[in-house]
């Protein structure tokens, strides 16, 4: 549940003071997909929302131990995904 809280990309677009896209706008221009342990994330190519955002969002779930999860990113693809390990 923390790793969706973490990651969810309403609460983390939403809460850009210089954009503050709506909810419906940024689940338009996002893909989610999971199977297994496996989740991945992707912005839509033509998408204004910033990839970094997501990615370092994403990439902090690894810091301090905090989730037993493995990050990949594909900057070229917009494209992030989560392995849980346990």
């Known amino acids: 549940m923390c790793l969706i809280d973490t990651i969810d990309p ?8 210089n ?3 709506s909810a419906n706008s940024i689940l338009s221009e996002i893909n989610i997909s ?10 839509n190519e033509n ?3 910033d990839f970094n955002i997501l990615s370092n969002k994403a990439c ?8 037993d999860v ?11 995904k989560i392995t849980i390990n346990t």
């Open 10 to 17: 309403v609460k983390i677009f939403a809460s850009d003071v």
């Open 60 to 67: 902090s779930l690894t810091q301090n131990d905090w989730l």
């Open 47 to 49: 998408s204004n929302l």
């Open 19 to 21: 954009n503050q896209p």
């Open 34 to 43: 999971s199977k297994d342990k496996n989740l991945t994330l992707s912005i």
């Open 70 to 80: 493995v990050v990949q990113e594909c900057k070229s693809r917009k494209e992030i």
